[in-house]
């Protein structure tokens, strides 16, 4: 039985209405580019209105309305995590906020950073890239169990000389959900950050920071929070913010001076060689110049669809979907590479049809034929074909992609599985 609210559920029956793309085509690949809601164009159309017209009194303060227009992604956003609005910062993309993170964490050059084998390739750039430098003194690599990253494979890498933990919080090519509490519990003993890559979970699985002790989260908003392109979200916890060396300074991230920014332009005497203090916020990680508002715009807009029907009743109908997907795929004898643990579950299934990655391959383009949008993806000889469930997905979705599987199979190369008799 489902604990969603009936309003919630009512809401998720309806979400089709919100998201055009989803009626052409049975899309499935929110863990590639997430389909965005007619209230992020909207939303962008009116700001994109606003910067035609200036209909403000004069340039300056059109300007700063422009600026507050991003403020409803970071309170969605805090609301979101329940995270306090001065531990958010936008950023860019994911690949923006690991950058920045991997530049801001104080390093010595005797120290290590360990992350596992399944993850996307950004999430170990920064790091090797840090110990090519020297900055620290190794990556440290936690090899995947049969597809599994659990806990005590990251124990036996983790030491006193761990800085940083850097792992995804569900795994791009399988879908493996990692045990985060678990994580920072060793984090914690070893007095190592915990940075998490969220950007293949929020907006379709609970990340709460206020009960999952992570230092830092970031994700991009153009996968499950449904943003179009161009920015993401950074949680940085406020207990670490005076430790980190903020790699950028920009004039944005200060105090507004008394009176407002107009006033302060227009003063005789104001000149910029002075001792600036910023405030000690997440906002301060962000690059403070004139930025991208129209991203974050659509970021805000689709953040405060998700928050509207909640995160709970989301989780609850992305993991019944997947649940659905994942029984209805072991039915038909097809191999399924996402781990069969319920509580590493996410909106992320794949399976493969034969041993062969060409094999998958074709499948993949079959499927494809029929306007269902998945996925191939592999690392570290994981992967398939990734199967994304998200809130504008309904049992309808998720069968036509059986129905489709069962049909196209005789014509596969060899199943992993055989049927069962
Ligand atoms: C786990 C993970 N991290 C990072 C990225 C890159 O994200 P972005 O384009 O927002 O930098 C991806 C993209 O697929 C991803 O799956």
Same mark, same amino acid.
């Given at each position: 039985?489902?604990?969603?609210?009936?309003?919630?559920?009512?809401?998720?029956?309806?979400? +089709?209405?919100?998201?055009?793309?989803?009626?052409? +085509?049975?899309?499935?690949?929110?863990?590639?580019?997430?389909?965005?809601?007619?209230?992020?164009?909207?939303?962008?159309?009116?700001?994109?209105?606003?910067?035609?017209?200036?209909?403000?009194?004069? /340039?300056?303060?059109?300007?700063?309305?422009?600026?507050?227009?991003?403020?409803?992604?970071?309170?969605?956003? /805090?609301?979101?995590?329940?995270?306090?609005?001065?531990?958010?910062?936008?950023?860019?993309?994911?690949?923006?906020?690991?950058?920045?993170?991997?530049?801001?964490?104080?390093? /010595?050059?005797?120290?290590?950073?360990?992350?596992?084998?399944?993850?996307?390739?950004?999430?170990?750039?920064?790091?090797? +890239?840090?110990?090519?430098?020297?900055?620290?003194?190794?990556?440290?690599?936690?090899?995947?169990?049969?597809?599994?990253?659990?806990?005590?494979?990251?124990?036996?890498?983790?030491?006193?000389?761990?800085?940083?933990?850097?792992?995804?919080?569900?795994?791009?090519?399988?879908?493996?959900?990692?045990?985060?509490?678990?994580?920072?519990?060793?984090?914690?003993?070893?007095?190592?950050?915990?940075?998490?890559?969220?950007?293949?979970?929020?907006?379709?699985?609970?990340?709460?920071?206020?009960?999952?002790?992570?230092?830092?989260?970031?994700?991009?908003?153009?996968?499950?929070?449904?943003?179009?392109?161009?920015?993401?979200?950074?949680?940085?916890?406020?207990?670490?913010?005076?430790?980190?060396?903020?790699?950028?300074?920009?004039?944005?991230?200060?105090?507004?001076?008394?009176?407002?920014?107009?006033?302060?332009?227009?003063?005789?005497?104001?000149?910029?060689?002075?001792?600036?203090?910023?405030?000690?916020?997440?906002?301060?990680?962000?690059?403070?110049?004139?930025?991208?508002?129209?991203?974050?715009?659509?970021?805000?807009?689709?953040?405060?669809?998700?928050?509207?029907?909640?995160?709970?009743?989301?989780?609850?109908?992305?993991?019944?979907?997947?649940?659905?997907?994942?029984?209805?795929?072991?039915?038909?004898?097809?191999?399924?590479?996402?781990?069969?643990?319920?509580?590493?579950?996410?909106?992320?299934?794949?399976?493969?049809?034969?041993?062969?990655?060409?094999?998958?391959?074709?499948?993949?383009?079959?499927?494809?034929?029929?306007?269902?949008?998945?996925?191939?993806?592999?690392?570290?000889?994981?992967?398939?074909?990734?199967?994304?469930?998200?809130?504008?997905?309904?049992?309808?979705?998720?069968?036509?992609?059986?129905?489709?599987?069962?049909?196209?199979?005789?014509?596969?190369?060899?199943?992993?599985?055989?049927?069962?008799?």
């Amino acid at each position: 039985m489902g604990t969603a609210t009936e309003d919630a559920q009512g809401a998720l029956r309806r979400m +089709k209405e919100h998201f055009p793309g989803a009626h052409d +085509k049975t899309f499935l690949d929110a863990a590639c580019v997430g389909l965005a809601p007619i209230e992020a164009k909207r939303a962008i159309e009116r700001f994109l209105d606003a910067a035609v017209a200036c209909d403000a009194r004069d /340039a300056s303060i059109h300007h700063i309305a422009l600026d507050q227009a991003r403020a409803r992604a970071v309170h969605e956003g /805090a609301r979101l995590l329940d995270a306090d609005v001065d531990e958010i910062a936008l950023v860019e993309s994911t690949t923006h906020g690991l950058n920045v993170i991997a530049a801001a964490i104080p390093f /010595a050059p005797d120290e290590n950073v360990v992350l596992c084998d399944l993850e996307f390739l950004q999430v170990a750039i920064p790091w090797l +890239k840090l110990a090519q430098r020297g900055v620290i003194r190794e990556v440290r690599m936690v090899h995947n169990r049969d597809g599994a990253v659990p806990v005590e494979a990251f124990a036996e890498q983790i030491d006193d000389r761990t800085r940083a933990v850097v792992v995804s919080s569900v795994q791009w090519t399988n879908g493996y959900a990692v045990d985060l509490d678990g994580l920072a519990d060793v984090c914690r003993a070893h007095d190592a950050l915990l940075v998490v890559d969220a950007i293949q979970q929020l907006g379709a699985t609970r990340l709460s920071v206020a009960e999952v002790p992570a230092d830092v989260v970031v994700a991009g908003g153009h996968k499950w929070l449904n943003a179009p392109f161009g920015c993401g979200l950074l949680f940085v916890r406020r207990s670490i913010l005076p430790t980190l060396r903020m790699p950028s300074w920009g004039y944005l991230g200060l105090e507004t001076p008394e009176g407002g920014w107009g006033r302060y332009f227009a003063t005789p005497e104001s000149t910029p060689v002075r001792i600036y203090d910023f405030p000690i916020t997440a906002k301060s990680l962000e690059i403070n110049g004139t930025a991208n508002y129209p991203g974050a715009v659509g970021l805000g807009a689709s953040l405060e669809l998700i928050n509207g029907v909640g995160i709970a009743a989301i989780e609850e109908h992305v993991l019944g979907l997947a649940g659905r997907l994942h029984e209805g795929l072991t039915r038909l004898g097809v191999h399924v590479v996402t781990r069969p643990e319920r509580e590493a579950r996410s909106g992320i299934t794949t399976f493969e049809v034969s041993d062969r990655p060409d094999e998958n391959e074709a499948f993949l383009s079959a499927l494809l034929d029929e306007r269902i949008y998945v996925a191939l993806r592999y690392t570290s000889h994981v992967g398939g074909i990734r199967v994304s469930t998200h809130l504008y997905n309904d049992d309808a979705d998720v069968d036509r992609l059986l129905h489709a599987v069962a049909r196209l199979l005789p014509r596969a190369g060899r199943r992993r599985t055989p049927l069962p008799v």
